[in-house]
C-alpha cells in the first residue's frame, strides 16, 4: 500500500463527503488525523469531520467519542459544541443539518 499524506487524507475524505459517501468519508477523515503531520487547524478539521460523517451513518458514540477527545485542546471550543449539538440532535431523530461549512465544504484551503 502506498504511503498517502494526511492532507491527501483530508481531500479524499472532502471528495467521499461531498459525494455522499459518509462511510468511506469518515475513514479518510480518520486515517488524516492519525496520520500525523497536520497542523492544529487541519487537525481540528479531521476530526469534526470524522465526527459528522459518524453521526450521518448513525455512529453517534464514534462521534461523541471524537468530540470529546478534541474538546480537551481544539483551538475552537465553540465548534466541537456546535458538532456535537448536531450529533445529538441526529441521534435523538431529528434530522439536523451539519453546522454551516461541513460536509459541503468540510476542508479549508491548502497547506
Not at 463527503?17 to 478539521?45: H, I, N, T
Not at 475552537?76 to 441526529?90: Q, W
Amino acid at each position: 500500500m502506498l504511503f498517502r499524506s494526511s492532507f491527501a487524507q483530508l481531500e479524499e475524505g472532502r471528495a467521499r463527503a461531498a459525494a455522499g459517501d459518509f462511510a468511506a468519508a469518515r475513514e479518510a477523515f480518520a486515517a488524516a488525523a492519525a496520520g500525523g503531520g497536520l497542523q492544529p487547524d487541519f487537525y481540528c478539521e479531521a476530526r469534526l469531520q470524522q465526527a459528522a460523517c459518524a453521526a450521518r451513518i448513525g455512529q453517534y458514540e464514534e462521534a461523541l467519542t471524537v468530540l470529546d477527545e478534541l474538546a480537551r485542546g481544539a483551538p475552537d471550543v465553540a465548534r466541537v459544541e456546535a458538532m456535537r449539538t448536531f450529533v445529538k440532535a441526529r441521534q435523538s431523530g431529528r434530522q439536523a443539518d451539519a453546522p454551516d461549512g461541513y460536509e459541503a465544504n468540510p476542508v479549508p484551503a491548502g497547506p
